[in-house]
C-alpha cells in the first residue's frame, strides 16, 4: 500500500519564498508530518537555497527528465527539515536567477519551460526513488502540470496507477497562460488539449491542467471556494471550476506560530503575549525610531500595511486615503514591492507627509514581523483574498486589521461592532467605504481605550492552527485514495 506523499512547490520557507505560498509550504508538510504521514517536498534549487544554512546535500547527479528537450537531466539536493524530507531540483539556467518569476520589466520569457521541465523532473524523481506514492499535492500553476502528468501516466504505467493528485489553487488569477505552441513542449498528449483540458481561449492554461486532471482541487479558505465559482472572481476558470463542484474544497490555511508568535519572534526588539502585552508599545516606538516617524507617534495610532504592491492588494486603495488619513493624526507604515506606479505614488506621499508616512519599497522578512508588532491597527483592503496570512499575523500580533469583505478574510476575522469582534470589515472596494472603517477604528483606538483593549486581547487570543487544516487534507486524501 502506497504511503509517501509528495508536494510540488516553487516556493517553500525558509529555502524561497515571495508570499503566502511560501509560508504555507513550510508549515503544512511539517503539520502533516506531526500526524505521522511520511511527506516530502519538491520545490527548485533557487540560488539562494544553497547558501541556506539546512545541511543541504547533493543526493543525484543526472537525472534524465527529458522534458521539454530529449537530452536534458538535473542534480537533486536533500535535506531532512524537522522530519521531512526536502527534494530540491537543480537546473542552474532555470532557477539560479535572482527572482523566482519576474524581474521588475516583467515575466521571466521562459516560465513555461522551467516549470514543465521541473514537473517532469518532480516525476523523474519521484520514480527514481522507487516507490509509487500515495499522493501528488501540486500548488498553483508553477506545479499543476503534474496532475495531468499522472493523470495520463496512471493509464500506461503501472509505477503511478495508485497515485492519487490535489492540485490546491492558491491564487486564480495566476493562471501560468502561454501560447498554444508551448503546449507541444509540455510533453501533454493531444488528448489534453481540449476545452475540459488544458486549452483556453486558444491558450495553453498550466493551472487549468491541474483543474481538469487532479483527482480534487482545493483551494486555501472556504469563501473562497464559493467566490471563484462565479465569474466576477473566477478568471475565466469558473466554468471549469463549477463543472469539478464535487470535487472542489475550501480548506483554511493556518498560521505557523513558530515562526509568527510575538512571545518568542526572534525578529523583535522585545517580545509581549497576551499575558503581559507592554513589550508592545516598546517594539512601536523602535520601528518609529527605525523608520525616522515623528515621535509624537508613539501615543497616536500606527497603521500597517504589507504585501504585494498590487491591485489585489488594494494599495491604491490606501495611497487615495492616506491625504485623509494624515487628518485623523495617525502614522502609516507601509512595506511591499510590485507595480511602479504604485510604489511611486505611496514614495510621493512619504515625501509630502514626512515623518508620518513610511514607505520602504522592497523585500524584507524581517522588516516585515517588526512592523506587525509595531502596528496598532492593520491594514488590508484586497479587492479580493484567497485566503491571505498577514492578517492571521496581525491578529496574533494584536494590530486589528481593517479588511475587506473578501474571501479568507471574511472566514479569518469577525466584524465590529459584534460582541466578539477582532477586527474591522468593509462591503465594497472603494476608498470611502476603507476610510470609513479606518476612521471607525481609529475612532475606537481614541475613544474607548477599555473596548480597544478586549479587541486587541480577542485579536491576540485567534489560533488558526495547521493541525486543524491538516486534518481537513487528510480527509481529502482519503476520498481520492477511496476512488482510485
Ligand atoms: P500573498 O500570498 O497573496 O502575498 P499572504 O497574506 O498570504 O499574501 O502572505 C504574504 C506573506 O508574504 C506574508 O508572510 C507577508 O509577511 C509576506 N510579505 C509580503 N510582502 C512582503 C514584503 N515586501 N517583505 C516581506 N514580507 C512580505
Ligand atoms: C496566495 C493568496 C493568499 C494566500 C496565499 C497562501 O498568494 O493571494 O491569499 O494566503 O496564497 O495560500
Redesign the pocket.
Known sequence: MPQRIFFATSEVYPFSKS???G??MGALPLALHRTGAPVSVISPFYGRVSTSNYHIRLTISDLHVGHPWAPITCDVYETDYHGVSMYFIDRGEYFDRRFYYNTHKGDYFDNAERFIFFCWAAVALIERLGEPPAIVHAH?WQTSLLPAYIHFLRQTNPFWANTGTLC?V??LAFQGRFSSRLFDASGLPPAAWTMDGVEFYGDFNMLKAGIAYADAVTT??PS?AREILTEKYGCGLDGILRHRELDLYGIL?GADYQVWNPEEDAFLPCHYGLDDVSGKQRCKENLIAELGLDPALKERPILGFIGRMRG?KGVDLLNAIIPDLMELDVGVVALGEGNPVHEARILDLMESYQGRVAAVIGYTEDLAHRMQAASDIFLMP?RY?????TQMYALRYGAPPVATAA??LRDTIKAWPADDATGFIFTHSSPVEFLEAVRDAVSLWSSNPESWKGMVRRAMSQSFTWDKSCREYIEVYRKVRLRL
Open positions: 508570499g503566502g505560498l509560508d504555507v498553483d490546491t492558491h491564487n486555501v479558505s473562497y490555511n489585489q484586497s483574498e484567497p485566503c491571505g496570512l474571501g479568507g
